[in-house]
């Protein structure tokens, strides 16, 4: 079902807002509050239809509203104080008042009929699978210049590629923690096909000499062997942003050319105003992607770096709040001083730069420590609407889930983000979390199982050993769970039930205190 209204087309079907040939990117739950509002603009929607309809009935705070309702407004062009499309009616509701136009030859369906057909579609619509797309893995690009420096720089241009690749829904691209673990390493196209899942791998390399660059891309067929595509690009450094944005164009038409005539792809963001500040975030992100103490430490003095040069600079202010929250979660800081820093990195970030995942990803992870569940799951939802292939923002959604009770979404959501990336740094806490899920929906073995694998794969990981702890626990297992109280205090000597309950952002009581007897049980005090 398509919606015409001021130069706009709602597809309920595609799931698009459109203005002209501009695809608008707009947020999953932003988008069914804007469909259901033209849905039911025969009369004013309240608060309470909206939660129970775009929210599940789900308790949603009058912030998480209101920003949804501005976010809704923005995508179409409209504003709290115009109200040209959608008005508030005071003290009642929301009404969308727009006027619908009917494509040559039909008529506008009135609302009844429209909310009758999306019923009876509205599972067709929700087909689409992973395994219906082609699997794109991007190789970190070889720095052929003298000056290892400029490994960064070559980094980089990895990593903005991968990000430009992943807007389009149509393509699957491994993640970038993934497909980094072959840097410096001669490996076949096939090999890296059958071990990450890709069915067609990028190669490239980059030589920067003063102010001029050259980068070189092929595009590999893994069942062939043969080279798809390959293109070389002599450029000015300052001109290394439209040259990724030619890169992505190529390979998508290389691929799909039919999709790509359709689509007519163009990378929409905001670059830095500085590629300084830009190679600034490059050497941070590898930094984050090592997820040790240090490391973020590290990620995060680059990244003030950063800021100072460029101060609009999105990915950067989105970044470090994720760093910081990241070390807050792990113990590493305190969460009430660093806190307050993250959440104005992010709201700055989202501010200066909302088509940055990065910035709606730094968002959630502070609105998870806040406790703000509702507020945290529509930011994932935003950076995985922005970028599909975005592994960290889907495994930090699972978390959040599993922190909210909704223990088997938490287990699927887990899963696409162990898809996205089946060789990722972060791999030991997305089994962490699998672990919390499990606990949660109360399957003990299965928690023991995975935070055991967790353990394998990082051993000072404090989260896995707390999981284990509890679940040994809770299901009678004396023996286990008295070693795994021994090893949870070696990886996390502060350990008490007191710091479980503090800092441990779980949002059902009946949930916490299930939590909590695990412990106990165990021998915790």
């Known amino acids: 079902m398509q919606f015409h209204f001021d130069r706009h087309v709602l597809d309920t079907d595609t799931r698009e807002l459109r203005r002209g040939a501009e695809r608008i990117a707009v947020e999953p739950q932003v988008l069914d509050l804007l469909v259901y509002l033209v849905e039911n603009r025969d009369r004013v929607v309240s608060k309470d239809d909206l939660i129970a309809s775009v929210w599940g009935g789900r308790i949603v705070s009058d912030a998480a509203l209101t920003s949804r309702i501005y976010a ?9 104080r115009d109200q040209k499309l959608i008005r508030t009616v005071a003290r009642k509701g929301l009404r969308f008042v727009g006027t619908l136009e009917a494509p040559a030859g039909e008529a506008v369906p009135p609302p009844a009929v429209v909310a009758s057909l999306e019923e009876a579609m509205g599972e067709a619509r929700r087909a689409a699978s992973i395994r219906d797309r082609p699997v794109i893995a991007v190789l970190p690009f070889t720095n052929m210049s003298d000056d290892p420096e400029q490994e960064y720089f070559s980094d980089g241009i990895c990593e903005d590629l991968i990000t430009g690749l992943s807007k389009l829904r149509w393509f699957f691209v491994i993640a970038r923690n993934s497909s980094f673990i072959y840097k410096g390493r001669s490996v076949h196209v096939k090999q890296v096909g059958e071990e ?74 905001k670059p830095p105003s ?101 507020d945290a799951l529509a930011e994932f939802e935003m950076a ?51 672990a919390l899920a499990h606990y949660i929906g109360c399957n003990y073995e299965e928690a023991i199982r995975t935070a055991q694998t967790a353990i394998r794969l990082r051993p000072d990981y404090a989260g896995a050993h707390r999981i284990l702890v509890a679940a040994a626990g809770i299901s009678g297992q004396d023996e286990l769970a008295a070693s795994a109280l021994q090893e949870l205090r070696r990886a996390q000597p502060n350990i008490s039930l007191a710091w479980v309950g503090t800092y441990i952002p779980i949002k059902n009581d009946t949930d916490r205190i299930h939590y909590l007897e695990g412990f106990r049980r165990a021998g915790l005090e």
């Open 72 to 80: 809704a407004r923005k995508a179409v062009g409209d504003t709290g």
């Open 384 to 434: 995985l609407h922005l970028n599909p292939s975005f592994s960290q923002a889907q495994s930090y959604y699972a978390t959040a889930l599993a922190f909210c009770g909704r223990w088997r979404e938490a287990v699927e959501a887990m899963d696409r983000a162990l898809r996205l990336s089946p060789r990722d740094p972060f791999l030991a806490f997305n089994y962490g979390a699998v």
């Open 274 to 374: 500085s590629l300084d500040a830009w190679e600034l975030v490059m050497r941070a992100l590898a930094h984050h992607g090592q997820v040790s103490r240090r490391d973020q430490e590290i990620a995060q003095e680059l990244l003030h770096q950063a800021i100072a040069i460029d101060p609009d600079y999105g990915q950067a202010l989105g970044l470090l709040s994720a760093s910081l929250t990241f070390g807050a979660h792990n113990g590493w800081a305190e969460a009430a001083d660093v806190l307050p820093l993250a959440e104005r990195a992010a709201l700055s970030a989202v501010r200066l730069d909302g088509e940055d995942p990065w910035a709606h990803h730094g968002l959630g992870s502070v609105h998870v420590l806040q406790r703000r569940f509702d």
């Open 196 to 269: 990450l899942g890709a069915g067609y791998v990028v190669e490239g390399s980059v030589r920067k000499s003063g102010e001029r660059v050259r980068i070189t891309v092929q595009l590999n067929d893994v069942d062939s062997g043969s080279h798809v595509w390959a293109e070389r690009y002599d450029r000015d450094t300052a001109d290394v942003f439209a040259v990724q944005d030619e890169i992505t164009e190529a390979i998508v038409a290389a691929i799909e050319p039919q999709l790509y005539a359709a689509e007519n792809f163009r990378a929409r963001r």
